[in-house]
């Protein structure tokens, strides 16, 4: 099933993404975990993509197995930085052929060790070239505090409405954490006459450390109230645990009372992390037993 459809029921949907492993003896695992996360019946699960095509096989083997096996619209991260449009069309070629209607278009970042192939340098470029290459449903990602290198928000917006012109069906926005931020993005980039849905992206913070990280790789806004959680709890791991994933729970409440019915989870291959979220949204999702 297209997401482009399923988001279009005008209902509260949730979603959660796994990533691929870095090397074989661990696909097991991570396979073992994405089959986890499946049986809880998610609106769509998405499968990111290496830096490079690094775990592309992976990547397309967990995505067609929670397609074809678990029967979850599953949504394939497609990056194009390092990639070559003969590699973007056969990969191209084998998802539709194992069934994957969806396409998660990406620009992506140059491996440390890696370099660009020139063959794409904006992920408006990639997208173009996946609408010509058969009926996928395409997202793109979205940046409500702005991406690292543009010159400021405006200039942002801007690439999104190109992203959109391209003929992304839906955006998905990088991880947030005041609800505020997202609230007057939508405004902002409504006003510039992009309409397409956003699927707000929601990170669980469950360790002190994966903070630490977040703000490395985005310089992710904190609110105060977030900063009090991490600050009181960090030290004690299953506190922390506790604490972020009530966080993350209000916060898709919040999102979801004022009219962000997409919900996409970074649940970082912890199916009890997607487990106790889900559970705590069951009536709000409409699937409570009552």
Not at 27 to 49: C, G, H, N, R
Not at 104 to 120: N, Q, T, V
């Amino acid at each position: 099933m297209k997401i482009r459809d399923i988001l279009g029921q005008g209902r509260p949907t949730l979603s959660f993404e796994v990533f691929p492993p870095k090397t074989e003896d661990k696909y097991e695992t991570v396979e073992e975990a994405a089959k986890e996360i499946a049986q809880l019946s998610p609106d769509f699960m998405s499968v990111t993509y290496g830096a490079g095509g690094g775990t592309s096989r992976y990547t397309v083997d967990i995505a067609a197995a929670l397609n074809n096996e678990y029967h979850v619209p599953t949504l394939a991260h497609l990056t194009c930085v390092s990639s070559t449009r003969q590699q973007v069309a056969c990969l191209l070629r084998e998802l539709k052929d194992r069934g994957i209607e969806n396409v998660l278009a990406l620009r992506g970042d140059i491996p440390k060790e890696g370099r660009a192939a020139h063959d794409y340098q904006y992920a408006s470029q990639l997208i173009e070239e996946i609408k010509k290459s058969g009926d996928f449903c395409i997202g793109a990602a979205c940046y409500p505090e702005g991406h690292v290198e543009s010159a400021n928000k405006a200039e942002d917006i801007a690439h999104l409405k190109e992203k959109v012109e391209a003929g992304c069906d839906f955006v998905t926005t990088q991880m947030f954490f005041d609800n505020n931020i997202l609230y007057n993005y939508l405004y902002r980039i409504r006003e510039r006459g992009i309409t397409v849905p956003v699927v707000a992206g929601i990170m669980p913070v469950t360790s002190a450390l994966q903070i630490k990280r977040i703000c490395q790789m985005s310089g992710t806004y904190l609110p105060s109230r977030f900063k009090a959680i991490v600050d009181r709890f960090g030290d004690n791991p299953a506190a922390m645990k506790q604490a972020g994933i009530a966080y993350a729970t209000e916060q898709i409440i919040d999102l979801i009372a004022n009219g962000v019915n997409g919900i996409h989870v970074y649940s970082m291959n912890k199916p009890d992390v997607a487990g106790r979220i889900q559970e705590s949204l069951s009536e709000i999702l409409g699937r409570g037993n009552g």
